[in-house]
């Protein structure tokens, strides 16, 4: 929910933000785009959709991308209709409010053949069979689904089957200016909470300002509940879990960082989000995730930042997976079309190509190597893909996150305690989720 | 008096005509207007997600989790502190504003004009630029700070705490009742700037009402020795009773209608203290995915516009 809020305040803010916080892959004007992939050269290890056989006639393809990003999808679908000629794609890209939009639609039975839904939503979609399982179709045309980073296949699939093919995702991850922590004699990025707190507290001593700017909200949080060991659902989305200790540990130890001074939410900085407050120097460090480049490419492009892991808590390593996936509407006239579509989009000639735009991180794990020969400092974000979550929330999940926040905003603003905010959680949890 | 049923054939033809008339308007109120009302109340007795077809009857159960749901007394509170606090204030405003442009003074159709802007202007414009100036580091806090003044914290848009709270604890008094606690400091923000935008849209209002006062009664009064101040309180307030009736009714409505402001600057952060009633309809009915509760609030949102309505009615009855 964070980076849908997020997105809507620094959309109207700064476009800049607005487009890499809500649209995590595209171009950005002023990108290191390389010429790496090139629609003229497609990849010689290019596998025909067995489907395609049968496949014809137009779909439509509805998604959020922005001006930027519409570029790279029309060039994608020329280079689509090289391989494909029979299936024409009629692109849709909608301006605002694109969950209203898709919901209104798909309840007028008119919701394009493929669209892209955000994991938030995902389960709220699937458990009511508006989206297509798609395990037939990848069968039949041998998609390893290994090839995706394990969340962002979790992260669409409901009761065992699977709804989309991930488009593109990131984690969450530390981005700092080594100067401010050189300075304040931390010699390297902190690995587990104790140190991330002798961290924050070195650069307090040194600089007398906030370390981290982080903002009270559920999918902020969530990863320290991670690193906790505990979560919303349990894996297999039958039972809720966010009554544990792990809840209050996590709790705990975010609220006492805050109360000790040593993190500060964006807004209290002067900054629209943490990335932005990390771009205009109000705070050395920001756990964010890789939509934070393109942003500091435009608004900082001198900042000097490295890239760490998140510090790892009592249970180990942990960080959230946000990501999108190309879907198929349950309604869909032409389902065979769609997949080949789907198919291709999430191909490694159609990834290669989508992302070396560095505003997101290619879903497969088989484009590593190019991310990494891109862009070198980020690899701690791929690192991670190893032990990283999908955010579930479960259906009812974006009332529940929405509850959240608001039992976190009001521990921060001192209305409550950790008990009575965890409790809050816990209660919205148990009313909102519908499992 | 009889009812006949008129069967003249020039008596049909004006009916003809009439409705012909009045097709363009009709057809488009019943289509956009009615309809929908006629499928909000019907909806309201449903459960629907939106996005599945399947719409079961549930009889009452969403009016029941009106109450039962903590959402929409928060919201109705937030929306009865919002109203309280603009409404007098914009009348007042408004009012003084249209009696100062109703003088004869130097640039009178500039001011009208420059205080007319903001009621013209789009809402999201104004809200986008208000979320800017009242960032930590926008436009107010660098007034307040460079006249001294304390700045509050967490600033205006992400401050959750009740601005009557914050003034009493001082005083020892901690822990208040929700309802008592006063519109938070973000709710205040918000409220603030539709004050800001809406006095233009009332001065011109009663701008209109002044002009139609009749000269003769405040030349008599000031024959009769009536200082200014009197014959504003004994003249110009009763005459433009209608008026302020007008204006306040429509302030009520505008208020518990709230939404666009709320959506672009806030969506009901922090703390849900932003939360309104216009706002809670559109979230529980397209993010929540409840449309058959959204629509129980709509009909209560209605239901209350509806009594406030002619409780202000009985208050400032006008003898015509």
Request: aromatic share 12%; charged share 15%.
């Given at each position: 929910?964070t980076?849908?809020?997020?997105?809507?305040?620094?959309?109207?803010?700064?476009?800049?933000?607005?487009?890499?916080?809500?649209?995590?892959?595209?171009?950005v004007?002023?990108?290191?785009?390389?010429?790496?992939?090139?629609p003229?050269?497609?990849?010689?290890?290019?596998?025909?959709s067995?489907?395609?056989?049968?496949a014809?006639?137009?779909?439509?393809?509805?998604?959020?991308?922005?001006?930027?990003?519409?570029?790279?999808?029309?060039?994608?679908?020329g280079?689509?209709?090289?391989?494909?000629?029979?299936?024409?794609?009629?692109?849709?890209?909608?301006?605002?409010?694109?969950?209203?939009?898709?919901?209104?639609?798909?309840?007028?039975?008119?919701?394009?053949?493929?669209?892209?839904v955000?994991?938030?939503?995902?389960?709220?979609?699937?458990?009511?069979?508006?989206?297509?399982?798609?395990?037939?179709?990848?069968a039949?045309?041998?998609?390893?689904?290994?090839?995706?980073?394990d969340?962002?296949?979790?992260?669409?699939?409901w009761?065992?089957?699977l709804?989309?093919?991930?488009?593109?995702?990131?984690?969450?991850?530390?981005?700092?200016d080594?100067?401010?922590?050189?300075?304040?004699?931390?010699?390297?990025?902190p690995?587990?909470?104790?140190?991330?707190?002798?961290?924050?507290?070195?650069?307090?001593?040194?600089?007398?300002?906030?370390?981290?700017?982080?903002?009270?909200?559920?999918?902020?949080?969530?990863?320290f509940?991670?690193?906790?060991?505990?979560?919303?659902?349990?894996?297999?989305?039958?039972?809720?879990?966010?009554?544990?200790?792990?809840?209050?540990?996590?709790?705990?130890?975010?609220?006492?960082?805050?109360?000790?001074?040593?993190?500060?939410?964006?807004?209290?900085?002067?900054?629209?989000?943490?990335?932005?407050?990390?771009?205009?120097?109000?705070?050395?460090?920001?756990?964010?995730?890789?939509?934070?480049?393109?942003?500091?490419?435009?608004?900082?492009?001198d900042?000097?930042?490295?890239?760490?892991e998140?510090?790892?808590?009592?249970?180990?390593?942990?960080t959230?997976?946000?990501?999108?996936?190309?879907?198929?509407?349950?309604?869909?006239?032409?389902?065979?079309?769609?997949?080949?579509?789907?198919?291709?989009?999430?191909?490694f000639?159609?990834?290669k190509?989508?992302?070396?735009?560095g505003?997101?991180?290619?879903a497969?794990?088989?484009?590593e190597?190019?991310?990494?020969?891109?862009?070198?400092?980020?690899?701690?974000?791929?690192?991670?893909?190893?032990?990283?979550?999908?955010?579930?929330?479960?259906?009812?999940?974006?009332?529940?996150?929405?509850?959240a926040?608001?039992?976190?905003q009001?521990?921060?603003?001192?209305?409550?305690?950790?008990?009575?905010?965890?409790?809050?959680?816990?209660?919205?949890?148990?009313?909102?989720i519908?499992? | 008096?009889?009812?006949?049923?008129?069967?003249?054939?020039?008596?049909?033809?004006?009916?003809?005509?009439?409705?012909?008339?009045?097709a363009?308007?009709?057809?488009?109120?019943?289509?956009?207007?009615?309809w929908p009302?006629?499928?909000?109340?019907?909806?309201?007795?449903?459960?629907?997600?939106?996005?599945?077809?399947?719409?079961?009857?549930?009889?009452?159960?969403?009016?029941?989790?009106?109450?039962?749901?903590?959402?929409?007394?928060?919201?109705?509170?937030?929306?009865?502190?919002?109203?309280?606090?603009?409404?007098?204030?914009?009348?007042?405003?408004g009012l003084?504003?249209?009696?100062?442009?109703?003088?004869?003074?130097?640039?009178?159709?500039?001011?009208?004009?420059?205080?007319y802007?903001?009621?013209?202007?789009?809402?999201?414009?104004?809200?986008?630029?208000?979320?800017?100036?009242?960032?930590?580091?926008?436009?107010?806090?660098?007034i307040?700070?460079?006249?001294?003044?304390?700045?509050?914290?967490?600033?205006?848009?992400?401050?959750?705490?009740?601005?009557i709270?914050?003034a009493?604890?001082?005083?020892?008094?901690?822990?208040?009742?929700?309802?008592l606690?006063?519109?938070?400091?973000?709710?205040?923000?918000?409220?603030m700037?539709i004050?800001?935008?809406?006095?233009?849209?009332?001065?011109?209002?009663?701008?209109?009402?002044?002009?139609?006062l009749?000269?003769?009664?405040?030349?008599?009064?000031a024959?009769?020795?009536?200082?200014?101040?009197?014959?504003f309180?004994?003249?110009?307030?009763?005459?433009?009773?209608?008026?302020i009736?007008?204006?306040v009714?429509?302030?009520?409505?505008?208020?518990?209608?709230?939404?666009?402001?709320?959506?672009?600057?806030?969506?009901?952060?922090p703390?849900?203290?932003?939360?309104t009633?216009?706002?809670?309809?559109?979230?529980?009915?397209?993010?929540?995915?409840?449309?058959?509760?959204?629509?129980?609030?709509?009909?209560?949102?209605f239901l209350?516009?509806?009594?406030i309505?002619?409780?202000?009615r009985?208050v400032?009855?006008?003898?015509?």
């Open positions: 929910m980076r849908s809020s997020i997105s809507r305040r620094s959309l109207v803010a700064s476009t800049a933000a607005g487009a890499a916080a809500i649209s995590v892959a595209g171009r004007a002023g990108q290191d785009a390389s010429p790496i992939a090139s003229a050269s497609p990849e010689a290890a290019f596998a025909m067995r489907v395609a056989e049968r014809s006639g137009e779909i439509r393809f509805v998604t959020f991308d922005n001006d930027e990003a519409q570029k790279t999808v029309n060039e994608m679908i280079m689509f209709n090289g391989h494909y000629p029979n299936i024409t794609v009629k692109f849709e890209p909608v301006a605002a409010d694109y969950l209203t939009k898709i919901q209104t639609d798909i309840a007028a039975g008119n919701a394009g053949d493929v669209f892209y955000q994991n938030e939503y995902a389960q709220d979609f699937m458990s009511r069979d508006v989206l297509l399982a798609i395990d037939d179709y990848v039949e045309d041998g998609i390893d689904t290994g090839v995706y980073f969340p962002l296949i979790t992260a669409y699939t009761q065992d089957k709804y989309g093919l991930p488009k593109d995702w990131s984690p969450l991850g530390a981005v700092y080594p100067d401010v922590l050189t300075s304040a004699g931390v010699e390297s990025f690995t587990d909470w104790d140190g991330l707190r002798d961290t924050l507290q070195k650069v307090k001593d040194s600089t007398g300002n906030v370390g981290l700017a982080l903002d009270p909200n559920f999918d902020r949080f969530i990863m509940l991670y690193q906790a060991g505990g979560n919303i659902l349990n894996d297999d989305a039958t039972e809720i879990i966010l009554d544990s200790d792990a809840t209050s540990q996590a709790l705990d130890y975010m609220y006492g960082l805050y109360t000790d001074g040593l993190i500060s939410p964006s807004a209290d900085l002067g900054a629209q989000w943490p990335g932005d407050a990390f771009a205009q120097g109000l705070a050395p460090i920001v756990f964010e995730g890789n939509w934070m480049f393109p942003f500091l490419q435009l608004n900082a492009p900042k000097t930042y490295e890239v760490a998140l510090p790892a808590g009592p249970a180990g390593k942990g959230p997976a946000f990501t999108n996936s190309y879907s198929i509407f349950a309604g869909s006239k032409n389902p065979d079309a769609a997949w080949v579509f789907v198919n291709y989009m999430t191909s000639e159609a990834q190509f989508a992302n070396t735009s505003l997101a991180i290619p497969r794990k088989d484009l190597d190019m991310y990494l020969e891109l862009f070198p400092l980020r690899k701690p974000y791929l690192d991670s893909g190893a032990y990283a979550t999908a955010v579930l929330y479960g259906p009812g999940g974006q009332k529940f996150a929405g509850d926040n608001a039992a976190l009001s521990l921060w603003a001192g209305q409550i305690d950790t008990e009575a905010c965890k409790q809050e959680m816990v209660d919205a949890a148990n009313t909102d519908n499992i | 008096m009889a009812f006949r049923k008129t069967t003249s054939p020039t008596a049909r033809e004006d009916m003809i005509s009439g409705y012909l008339f009045i363009p308007a009709l057809i488009v109120l019943t289509l956009f207007v009615f009302i006629v499928q909000i109340i019907w909806l309201s007795f449903h459960e629907w997600s939106v996005i599945t077809p399947e719409k079961p009857w549930v009889g009452l159960e969403n009016y029941r989790n009106l109450t039962k749901t903590r959402d929409f007394p928060i919201a109705l509170r937030n929306t009865v502190w919002l109203s309280v606090g603009v409404v007098p204030i914009q009348t007042l405003i003084f504003l249209a009696v100062i442009a109703n003088q004869k003074i130097r640039g009178r159709g500039f001011f009208r004009m420059a205080f802007f903001p009621s013209i202007s789009s809402t999201v414009v104004i809200s986008v630029i208000f979320l800017w100036m009242y960032q930590q580091n926008g436009l107010i806090n660098f307040l700070r460079k006249v001294g003044l304390p700045t509050p914290m967490p600033p205006w848009m992400s401050n959750p705490n009740g601005v709270a914050m009493l604890k001082p005083l020892g008094v901690d822990h208040l009742n929700p309802w606690a006063g519109p938070s400091v973000a709710l205040l923000s918000i409220m700037m004050i800001w935008t809406s006095v233009g849209g009332t001065m011109v209002i009663f701008l209109a009402g002044l002009q139609g009749s000269q003769d009664v405040y030349e008599a009064a024959l009769d020795g009536a200082t200014a101040t009197q014959q309180w004994q003249i110009t307030v009763p005459l433009l009773k209608p008026i009736f007008f204006v009714t429509l302030g009520l409505i505008g208020t518990f209608q709230v939404f666009d402001q709320i959506f672009v600057m806030s969506q009901g952060a703390a849900k203290t932003t939360l009633l216009g706002y809670l309809v559109y979230q529980e009915g397209f993010t929540n995915f409840a449309m058959g509760y959204a629509s129980a609030i709509a009909i209560a949102l209350i516009i509806l009594a309505y002619f409780v202000q009985s400032l009855r006008t003898d015509q």
